[in-house]
């Protein structure tokens, strides 16, 4: 059993730069893929980042395409988010995923976070 706790969100003005973190604890991380959602509110939860076991494959969804990092240190167990150039639209829940048991974009990952809010004022 894998338990993921996301920190880090907060409020921010649209231009600005947040960095989620998400640790893991109970088992190590590092033979699990992971993937970070989102949910806006009233919206469904959508795909945001995915990184593959050692961190060698990444993908991106296309609205945060070349803004937000996703990275990881499995001696730390712990998986990262980087987000630059923050828009409104950018204002949601953040999840944190581990263990992808069919595509990486979709919601079926054996492991959740609780999430952590980012709000971001235009």
């Known amino acids: 059993q894998v338990q993921l706790v996301e920190s880090g969100g907060g409020l921010v003005q649209a231009g600005d730069s947040l960095r989620l973190s998400c640790a893991a604890s109970?088992?190590?991380?590092?033979?699990?893929?992971m993937g970070w959602f989102r949910q806006a509110p009233g919206k469904e939860r959508e795909f945001v980042a995915y990184i593959s076991e050692r961190g060698g494959t990444t993908y991106y969804a296309d609205s945060v395409k070349g803004r937000f990092t996703i990275s990881r240190d499995n001696a730390k167990n712990m998986v990262y988010l980087q987000m630059n150039s923050l828009k409104p639209e950018d204002t949601a829940v953040y999840y944190c995923?581990?263990?992808?048991?069919?595509?990486?974009?979709?919601?079926?990952?054996?492991?959740w976070g609780q999430g952590t809010q980012v709000t971001v004022s235009s």
């Open positions: 109970g088992r190590t991380i590092s033979s699990y893929a």
């Open positions: 995923a581990a263990n992808p048991k069919t595509g990486y974009y979709k919601l079926e990952y054996n492991y």
